[in-house]
């Protein structure tokens, strides 16, 4: 399928990686250049080049291929949306291929990010639009605020084990607990992002 997206380097890598991730195999210049609708390969062959120079492709003979770091790009995976809120879809149900660079502060293996949804967390300064950053794992302490799932549904917040049940606080007056038997931790919350502007 075509695409309208000019030819430029950051649109080329992006379409060998949607391959790479979808069909496990590099496309040929001439079925980048037709995927972007140029009928001649030297305008795809220069950014080839290019990305060869910064790292991103690695040439074999005449073979191409995405780099380690292509393949693999640094930082922070969004897996999806939570909710702050009453609990919604689950986690791994909400598809995003955005991921956060943030260094060395959270490694890529262990911990990931969700996009907050609804505000049942305000008053620990987690708001809606915010990155939840998730460290991962499967248990937690008394009152850590972790991504947990019920039922199938994800939802942001404090964790209290009590005698006969879990307690699920959220972080806003206007919000009641939630009372369960059963809950599945995702992980444990130890950062959140805002954005002031998009």
Known sequence: MRTSNPLTGTAVLEFLQQVHRQQRRMPSISEVAAHFGHNSPTSVQRIFARLCEEGLLEKHGHQYGLSAAAVNPKGLAILGRIAAGQPMEAIEAVESDERIDLGDAFDSDRHFGLLVKGDSMIEALIG???????????????????????????????????????????????????????????????????????
Do not use: M, W
């Open 128 to 198: 809606d639009g915010d990155i939840a950053i998730i460290r991962q794992q499967e248990t937690c302490h008394d009152g850590e605020i972790v991504a947990a799932i019920i039922d199938g549904e994800a939802t942001l917040k404090r964790f209290f084990r009590r005698k006969d049940h879990i307690l699920l606080k959220p972080e806003n007056s206007r919000f009641k607990p939630l009372k369960v038997r059963d809950v599945e931790i995702r992980g444990v919350l130890v950062g959140v992002l805002r954005r002031y502007q998009t």
